[in-house]
DNA sequence: TTGTAAGCGTTATCAA
DNA sequence: TTGATAACGCTTACAA
């Protein structure tokens, strides 16, 4: 039972002038005498009024409002990019509205259409697999959008992504300096667009370095805590000897870092250990692990500011826009 | 230059019918002959009509949208809560406007401004220092509205929160159960709710077990990694026979695991340690952090609910509402 | 400098 | 069973 909430008419009435001429000095448009306007805006602050947002979209055609589609609200890495979406846009007078998908395509679609009812002026959509083909539909309905967290060919518009290849060539690099050989690779899910651009970037600075690329030091470990373990004590059975390891993520690296300790090994003197991401629990194990940290809110910041070029008709460039990866030095190498 | 989506006139004309047949096929509200219906929604498809949301807030004078205010996107634990509330408002037809205030009260009350403007239909707020102001703004604005995960006194509308006190009990329990001796406490920060509620229940608890409370075994940590560490170093020059800690939060826990370690105080042997919240890095510390999980999403679910009730009118409990914290035991105790 | 009135895209009332 | 038409609250010509 909503008290209704005053409009812009009883506001006329109380100040005693026309609607135009509040609206006028409520958006600061047009000529308003300097007495009628102390007058709107004391009777405004009086009644408590704020302009109602819904009927100024259908007369202005737009609501100055970014939808966001997330595929998870929990994930600190993803909303670290809302985050970086929040800034940009709240400074350029945008509102966000973000619904969570929860990974699933058809969800993602409803979504993009019920955006599409609520004449967002844009859209940011992080990347899955369902992605093409909302791109398809919002693009034919003329909706302005970027994508954002991972590359997929062919999608005709703005991309925004981490350099996961070229940080997995700076933590390899890393390894081989520091061990003389080889590293071993616990890899991410083989679908999944970053987990195979960060194999890239291990294969490629194998190769740069001399050394042979073998497949059998690359363990799948599928981006889990529990996953890296495991691959982990397989790693050691194989190869008693190896000295690096290079954990697709930071999950799969604390796993294997468990998986060392229980075998008595100790890292960093016998194994160093490098991860991907920079989630808080690699901050906080022991030793702490060294890391490429994801440049969460500059991919957020980067993906806002381009659909703001988009939204203001800039001719489009599409990318795709690779931010670079930080090493995070710590003690696990 | 977003290209217009088609309006409910060019369905009409389409389909060869007057708006308001479109607009009762389309709501299934009313009278339409079976075979106008199906020339309608065909029309509509073709030509991917999406009905303006705007346009229907305003004749309907309901957006179907919450709003909510978060202090803060990449806290795991509130974005929980937000899932939580995600997924009862979309069992009943509502959206989610979701913005951040960065716990600043001055954000807090524009954003809740905007959001009037927007004419949520109601208010989801993460209680912080300013919610008071803005719980009376709102009230007397008529949007109806539930504060949770925090409790403040005398605020008048309903109220949902983890029962950290209850939480505090059993996790004094436990270590007095498995110790046989008072536990040290570290503690969180005194001007926050939860962390007070949980000093709350530490005490209560030993008083409970015929034990004295010793202000000089509580050490504040601030709910900080680093504070916890230096606070069990210094509760170990005081207490080198200590055995049992109860930290106020998963972040000082660890912080104070890795001070026992680093003394060569083995865990959980020497000494057992419980912490609050039910973060991933508990999960992943070595040992695991014995601790108490935080409902998120069962306090989402539940403020979703309430403000449901509000809406629609029902006369409002204000609860407060506390659902326990479950205990969840790992290896550190 | 101000006010009147025409839309914006829906829904809902009321006649037909 | 259907179609004009009057709202909803605002902005913006256009007139005064």
Request: proline share 13%; glycine share 14%; net charge negative.
């Given at each position: 039972m909503n008290k209704s909430s005053p409009t812009i008419r009883e506001v006329a009435a109380r100040a005693g002038v026309g609607v135009a001429t509040v609206s006028r000095a409520l958006n600061r448009s047009g000529y308003v005498k300097p007495d009628t306007l102390t007058r709107i805006l004391k009777a405004a602050r009086d009644l408590n009024y704020v302009p109602n947002r819904t009927a100024q979209a259908m007369v202005r055609?737009?609501?100055r409002t970014i939808g966001v589609i997330t595929p998870?609200?929990?994930?600190s890495i993803i909303m670290g990019m809302v985050k970086g979406i929040n800034r940009v846009a709240y400074q350029h007078g945008y509102m966000l509205t973000i619904m969570e998908s929860e990974g699933s395509s058809e969800w993602e679609r409803a979504i993009a259409q019920t955006m599409r009812g609520m004449r967002i002026d844009g859209l940011l959509l992080f990347a899955t697999p369902g992605t093409p083909t909302v791109v398809r539909e919002m693009q034919s309905a003329g909706i302005p959008l970027v994508v954002l967290d991972r590359l997929v060919e062919g999608l005709g518009v703005p991309q925004v992504a981490a350099d996961h290849y070229a940080g997995a060539c700076v933590a390899t690099n890393l390894l081989i300096d520091q061990t003389g050989e080889a590293p071993a690779f616990i890899a991410?899910?083989?679908?999944v667009w970053s987990a195979e651009a960060r194999l890239k970037g291990y294969q490629e600075a194998l190769k740069a370095n001399g050394f042979d690329y073998d497949p059998s030091r690359v363990i799948p470990g599928e981006f889990g805590f529990d996953e890296g373990f495991h691959a982990t004590k397989a790693l050691l059975t194989r190869y008693p000897q190896i000295h690096g390891i290079f954990a697709a993520n930071d999950l799969s690296g604390l796993g294997s870092m468990k998986a060392l300790e229980e075998e008595g090994?100790?890292?960093?003197?016998d194994v160093k250990v490098v991860g991907f991401d920079d989630i808080l629990p690699a901050r906080l194990s022991n030793p702490p692990l060294t890391t490429l940290h994801q440049p969460a809110k500059g991919i957020g910041e980067t993906a806002m500011t381009l659909l703001l070029g988009l939204i203001e008709g800039?001719?489009?460039?599409?990318?795709?826009f690779l931010l670079p990866a930080e090493l995070i030095r710590r003690k696990s190498c």
């Open positions: 055609g737009t609501t998870d609200l929990e994930s991410g899910p083989r679908d090994i100790r890292c960093p003197n800039d001719d489009c460039q599409l990318g795709p």
